[in-house]
């Protein structure tokens, strides 16, 4: 069901409103990590994404994290942008950011990598590199902000993930879009913020092939979201109904860490 336009107005306003609180308390929850999700899921003994144990404080805590996500993807706009700036902005160097050091960034042969394609689609044949760079791209110079505090201004390009959802024939009623990794990292996507205009499968930083440290040779550039939700890496796409979670996310992230 369509929004009238007075409800989608008032709707931008509350998102423009709270969201900046909701990344905020995000933020402090992880840097005071007593506080945070993972944290309390430690000390209880929980596995979050499962409630074993099935305690009153392990319920709360996953209770508390999934009503976060539905207030967000309620908040959230499919038409709303995020800010892009201009070239003299873009920081340089820009700053490596994993769960390890840049010594163990994995080694990718561009020879042999595909991109392996499963779940609710049409077409599950595998691309190439040279197939995926036939296809239209998209530039965009954008703010990564990082759940730790800190933000830079990169410039990314690749293909809008929405038209290659749309290329492989994928279900778009589909609640999540998954991701894997060479780097063992997983994560996924509510469909709406998959065919955000601004979601890219990109191929290349700062107007050349993705360096190893950012992602080579592709990975998800999703600016509306905080930057744990922009897996490097890829190796797999999947569309599916089923909850996928992600690496952070199943340690007690906010799974839906819009901005």
């Known amino acids: 069901m369509s929004r009238d336009p007075t409800e989608a107005k008032r709707l931008r306003d509350l998102r423009r409103e709270i969201q900046p ?3 905020t308390l995000e933020r402090r929850l992880f840097l005071r990590s007593g506080l945070s999700l993972g944290a309390l899921s430690l000390l209880s003994g929980c596995d979050l994404s499962t409630g074993t144990n ?6 709360t805590l996953w209770a508390m994290s999934r009503a976060n996500d539905r207030v967000q993807a309620w908040l959230f706009d499919p038409n709303t942008l995020a800010p892009t ?7 340089k160097p820009f700053r490596f950011n994993a769960y390890y050091p840049p010594d163990n960034v994995p080694e990718i042969d561009e020879a042999t990598w595909k991109l392996d394609v499963s779940g609710l689609v049409s077409d599950k044949t595998p691309w190439t590199l040279p197939r995926l760079r036939a296809l239209p791209q998209e530039s965009q110079i954008t703010r990564h902000i990082c759940i730790e505090g800190w933000s830079q201004i990169g410039q990314w390009s690749g293909v809008p ?3 290659f959802l749309e290329r492989v024939g994928a279900d778009l009623t589909a609640k999540y879009v998954g991701f894997k990794c060479a780097d063992r990292y997983y994560g996924s996507l509510d469909m709406p913020s998959a065919l955000h205009p601004q979601t890219v499968l990109a191929l290349d930083f700062g107007g050349e092939a993705l360096p ?3 992602g080579y040779p592709l ?3 999703v600016p509306t ?3 744990f939700k922009s897996p490097k890496h890829i190796v797999s796409v999947f569309v599916t109904n089923d909850y996928p979670g992600g690496y952070w996310e199943d340690q007690g992230y906010n799974w839906f860490s819009g901005i």
């Open 219 to 221: 990975r998800v550039r």
């Open 85 to 91: 700036y201009p070239a003299s902005m873009i920081d």
């Open 161 to 163: 993930l929405k038209s």
């Open 21 to 23: 609180e909701l990344v």
């Open 54 to 59: 099935g305690t009153l404080i392990d319920r």
């Open 212 to 214: 190893l440290e950012y």
């Open 225 to 227: 979201k905080l930057g």
